[in-house]
């Protein structure tokens, strides 16, 4: 025991203390503590030798040394982790716990405690779906077939039900739509059957197909003698950047072949130029498919250099200013602000017992603001990814919608006027590849297919016709929209149907106001009445700038029917189980059964 200023302490505790704090705060680089042991019995052993100084006694003054730093770490850490998304705490432990398992047939029916009747009626249901649908779309489920045995991407996102239904399900329906042509909002399979397109081509569909193939052509038109010459600068690629620094308020832009790849370089460029490794995202943002910005869902190597924080909380502001030395960038996907922190409302995650809120989410643009302060303040690069966003919401997408100026802003989509395309505006010295002053430090960002003639001739022809129209089409489009949601919602309420319309500008989701383990099958009936959606079902629809007010309302009758066939069908009739504590309890045995398998 040693006495320091008249304080009795314990050198070893104070070591032992200090020793589990580095440890703590050090949990994700266990390596950099042994740098710090190794200092502290160098120094210890000189101090020994030539001070005539304790083991016991340089202990505590090192200790107290480190104890100086670890506090403000341990805050900042204790702090990280009170901002941080509760999922991208747990993901890693959920996924290896989560069982997959599958309800078999006898269940199916009733797995909601439904009567006999109840279940007959579900069951012949299926059944008459299941027999239409063989002569209706037999090319198409013949060439899915064939598809899903060299596909495993077709197979991936064949799956659109709650997981343990998909068996049963795809015994009797499969949804695949093999295309034959598009006409405005229509598609034709090959099949000869016409339905109505809310999928919006994944947001790249912004202005209607007929528009794309005129911009392919004008592209085309132009492209065509230019051949496969690449690394070419024309007075096309001119234009496009002088377009594009006018739309993002940005100097610089660098092109590349898809939104991921947009994302890859604008978060490589802000760590380079800024020398700083971390970067923030908000949870539930999607910001495409690369791991090393993929924080939860989807990835099995989580990266330890993003910081997945929770979305409009102010403790993720306190975070960004109390580890703004670590933090290169922050991403925001905007389109956070309508289905905020959560993965769109799928059929794949309606369990039954999830009423996501879906809407426009009140004080975004405040926050964005705020948000906007606290990167300036702080020296941190604000990176809008408007992949999604730009040109959807407004001619300059989030940015323009929110009155708010991004350090760096990505784009994808529309952008190639219908072709595959990613592109970065930033200011000279976030986009810089060579150090000024070293030589071999560059920042390697830079792709074969860059600035390709025949993708930079069709984004001209985008550009051009945004140039063009402004935002009057806009306008318009979101004023449809808004009578359309209205009184959809207005006659699917009097009809007693447990559905509810939200948009967001030409976003928009279907909700469920009541619980039932069946909520997926409508996008199944959708698809009989001659709707097409995407993979995600009914969590995520567009429309597109060429929808006339006849459009809407023919996709109203549509939606209707759909309805009134999933209430025919049983599939709406009221639980007769808790079932919440149903799918508590299949969760429970499919975890058990893996435990001993
Ligand atoms: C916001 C956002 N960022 C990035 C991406 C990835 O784009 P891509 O699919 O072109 O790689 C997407 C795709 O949906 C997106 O929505």
Redesign the pocket.
Known sequence: MTDYFGMESRSNHILTACTVATVMVHLDRLESVLPIAGVWFVTSTVAEKFLGMSHGDSAAIFGGLLAMKLVPMLVKRVVTIAATFPLALIFKYVSQILPKYTIDESNFYICDGATTEIANKRKQALLELSERWAKKYKKCIDFSGELKKMMSDVRFISGRCFFAFNDVVGSYLDPSMALEKTDRMNVTDIDGNVAMDISGS??VNVCGYEKYKDFIEEGWQTAKSKGLFLGSLDSIVLDNISRLRKISGQDEVSFH???????MAAVRCARWNTKKRMVVTFGG??????DGMQPVVGNDRIPNDVLCLKDMKQLSLTVLALRASEIAAVLI???QCFHLNQAPPSDIVLSGTTFPAVGETPGYKEWLHQLRKVCTENGIVLIF?????GFRLHPRGAQGVYDVQADII?Y??TLGGGL???VVCGPKNLLARGDPKKASRVNYVIGTFAGHPFVMSCMNAFLKWLDKEGTKPYDAMHSNIENFIKSTNSKMKKSGYPVELASWYSVWSMKYTRASRFHWMFQYYLRDAGVNLSWVGTGRLLFSLDWQKADYDELQGRILTACESMSQGGWWEEPKANIKQKIGVEMGCGVFKNLIS
Not at 257 to 263: C, F, K, P, Q
Not at 385 to 389: G, I
């Open positions: 994944y947001g072949m898809s939104g991921t790849e947009a994302v943002a999607y910001h495409g498919w690369w996907n905007p389109l990814d408007e992949v999604y966003t990505t994808g989509k595959p395309v990613g």
